[in-house]
């Protein structure tokens, strides 16, 4: 008598997880077959993301707490079995003020947010990564890192950190088959931007910013970055693939 034995579903686990791009990334993977976990703020949002999606495991963390992020990562990885196959880091914030005019706190927790919670999700990531000698890791960065957009100062700077650390850790990690990219969005229809996109008229400026005349959604960023930690992208590393209705590199000609 033989027996045929299966590999478990890969394991993701996303920072960010009931986010407007964490969560569809969620449900898409799903979907997909892989086993899915993560951590956020909000318990009851949680709860509710927990619900739609079965078997679906979870943790309350403060994303720029290093140590709750480490202990999290430890728990959900050793509650998939053990193996990490991929990481995702949906983790942010948008704050839209010229220099003069951002506190020195605001900026503080801009990169708080942003870069060093990235950091802390990456090097937590890292560790089983290593020892199992493959993964993938996809950090949020944004078009306004390489796109000089005003207003921008804190968070492009923040971004901008997160596009070198993704070059210089897919350089420190390549030789242990763990690839490391991030997606530069534009301005995308999440709850985050709701206090951009809330009437109107600023939503008509903000589409048409963007050369396709559109804002994007969840779905654009998620399913790139879902790509991403497929095999099909296995020769993929050091990365930052704009998601931005081509605000980073298109200009088209005004129209008459």
């Not at 686990?13 to 449900?27: E, H, S």
């Amino acid at each position: 008598m033989s027996t045929t034995e299966t590999s478990p579903a890969p394991l993701v686990l996303i920072a960010g997880l009931t986010g407007g791009i964490g969560a569809d990334l969620a449900r898409r993977l799903h979907r997909a077959g892989w086993r899915v976990g993560g951590f956020a703020r909000s318990a009851d949002r949680l709860a509710a993301l927990a619900e739609e999606l079965p078997g679906l495991e979870t943790s309350v963390v403060d994303a720029t707490d290093p140590a709750a992020v480490e202990a999290a990562m430890a728990d959900l990885t050793a509650r998939g079995g053990g193996r990490l196959d991929a990481y995702v880091h949906c983790v942010g914030s948008i704050l839209l003020k010229a220099a003069h005019l951002t506190s020195i706190e605001e900026w503080r927790r801009t990169l708080d947010l942003n870069l060093n919670s990235a950091f802390y999700g990456l090097r937590a990531a890292v560790g089983p990564m290593q020892t199992q000698g493959a993964g993938a890791i996809v950090l949020l960065s944004s078009v306004a890192a390489s796109t000089g957009l005003p207003g921008h100062e804190a968070i492009a700077a923040a971004k901008s950190g997160i596009e070198g650390l993704v070059r210089a850790a897919a350089a420190s990690y390549a030789s242990r088959n763990i690839r490391i990219n991030a997606i530069a969005p534009g301005l995308i229809d999440t709850p985050l931007a709701a206090s951009l996109l809330g009437n109107p008229a600023a939503r008509a400026f903000s589409e048409k910013m963007h050369p396709l005349g559109r804002v994007g959604t969840p779905g654009n960023v998620a399913s790139a970055i879902a790509y991403l930690l497929t095999p099909e992208a296995d020769w993929v590393t050091g990365q930052v693939w704009g998601v931005d209705g081509g605000l980073g590199a298109v200009r088209p000609r005004p129209k008459a």
